[in-house]
């Protein structure tokens, strides 16, 4: 049985058909990934400034680029709305030489746009100092009609983009995003989605090309990544009628579940040693998602097999989702509600178990919280190149306010470590 799962924010309402949770509450789309944007990124609300009974008063754009100084530098959008109606959801390959992202093309023909996020990836373009200067090459990787998100770089097959994709037409009929008639936004949990992998050098679009990764047992799986030394599949699962974190070793074949607490777990990213992970969930039932980091416990043979204490990095009246873990591993990035519903925006704060290269010594969770971003409409989704020196997110500050992607130099990447 299906029934819809409503997500309330402050002048905000999420809708998600899925089959019957646990619990209600907790759709933030699919990786944590994106409200701007598309679903991994369970990804979010709408935040486009509407009240949605009434036309909410006129402000002055905000001066983005002097109010993050000190944070972001040389900001450059790389896709825009005369190709794509919108686009979102970013990660760089392991070299920095692609991106992967979810979009809706702009019909060529002024024709009606797709319903669903398709995955496309493209190669970075660079200037002589080495900044990203724009994006070429576009190509889709999604077969024509599915509803995809969630894509991912295989950290040791470089030719290897993973994504979750129904891989045709979803049979849920209304298709995601903001529903005028009722003002609400509605993210889709599809039973058919499911993880998938791509060979880049065959790769044109089609089912042939494609090749399932986990079982697929007729429910919602999605969110996934892969551990650094590309042994170990993360992702959320609602197998178990609630968004559950499970592993896959790549070696036997044996999927195991490491979060199942009650509520939807998701969004989740290995920390660049590949011994934690940090996820976002809405456990507490109060339509509010928080940030979560955990050391992984291993077997003997180097196989994770579960998950030791968690720290709750937030634990506020915010909606705080899409972390994102800085290259070193000391600091999450994330996208929440800090500033207002309206206007979502990127933070920072620290993630440091006190014992990695720059560490100082003392445990550090949840601490020295910093605001990345500073612009009207939503800032969400970030993501770091191999170095940490180049930040890629999905944002709504470029002109018509749709969400697209934009890169900047991420200037904590050079600050010396903390005495």
């Avoid at 686009?87 to 390959?93: C, D, L, R, V």
């Avoid at 880049?200 to 996934?224: M, W």
Wanted: glycine letters at 12%; proline letters at 7%.
């Amino acid at each position: 049985m299906t029934k819809p799962i409503v997500f309330v924010f402050p002048l905000l309402t999420l809708v998600a058909s899925v089959p019957a949770l646990a619990q209600t509450g907790g759709a933030s789309g699919v990786h944590g990934r994106d409200a701007a944007a598309g679903q991994h990124g369970q990804q979010n609300p709408h935040a486009q400034g509407s009240t949605h009974g009434g036309a909410a008063a006129p402000e002055a754009p905000l001066d983005w680029a002097a109010e993050e100084a000190g944070m972001l530098a040389n900001q450059r959008q790389l896709t825009f709305p005369d190709v794509y109606i919108k686009a979102g959801e970013s990660y760089f390959s392991p070299d920095g030489s692609k991106v992967v992202f979810q979009a809706v093309e702009k019909p060529e023909d002024g024709g009606t746009p797709a319903e669903y996020y398709g995955m496309y990836v493209a190669d970075v373009v660079r200037g002589a100092d080495g900044r990203i200067t724009g994006l070429a090459n576009h190509r889709r990787l999604s077969p024509k009609g599915s509803a995809n998100t969630c894509g991912w770089f295989h950290p040791t097959e470089p030719d290897t983009v993973i994504f979750a994709s129904t891989i045709s037409a979803p049979t849920e009929s209304a298709p995601p995003g903001y529903q005028r008639g009722t003002g609400r936004y509605r993210w889709m949990f599809p039973p058919e989605m499911q993880i998938v992998s791509c060979d880049l050098r065959t790769a044109d679009g089609t089912i042939a090309t494609l090749k399932r990764l986990v079982q697929h047992n007729g429910a919602y799986q999605a969110e996934c990544s892969v551990s650094p030394d590309g042994k170990t599949l993360l992702y959320c699962s609602l197998d178990t009628n609630q968004g559950d974190l499970y592993v896959k070793d790549v070696a036997s074949g044996k999927s195991t579940c490491i979060v199942d607490k009650p509520g939807y777990d998701g969004g989740p990213f290995f920390s660049p040693d590949g011994k934690r992970i940090c996820w976002r969930s809405d456990r507490r039932g109060d339509n509010l998602l928080q940030l979560f980091v955990a050391d992984l416990v291993f077997d003997s043979a180097g196989r994770v097999v579960g998950i030791g204490p968690e720290h709750e990095l937030t634990n506020d009246q915010n909606v705080n989702w899409c972390p994102f873990w800085t290259p070193d591993g000391r600091s999450l990035v994330f996208g929440t509600s800090r500033e207002g519903h309206r206007n979502y925006e990127v933070f920072m704060l620290d993630a440091d178990p006190g014992n990695l290269p720059g560490s100082d010594g003392p445990i550090r969770y949840g601490t020295n919280v910093r605001r990345v971003t500073a612009a009207s409409g939503a800032d969400v989704l970030p993501a770091f190149s191999a170095d940490g020196r180049t930040m890629i997110w999905t944002s709504q500050r470029g002109e018509g306010g749709s969400s697209q992607l934009w890169v900047a130099d991420f200037l904590p990447a050079s600050e010396p470590a903390r005495k």
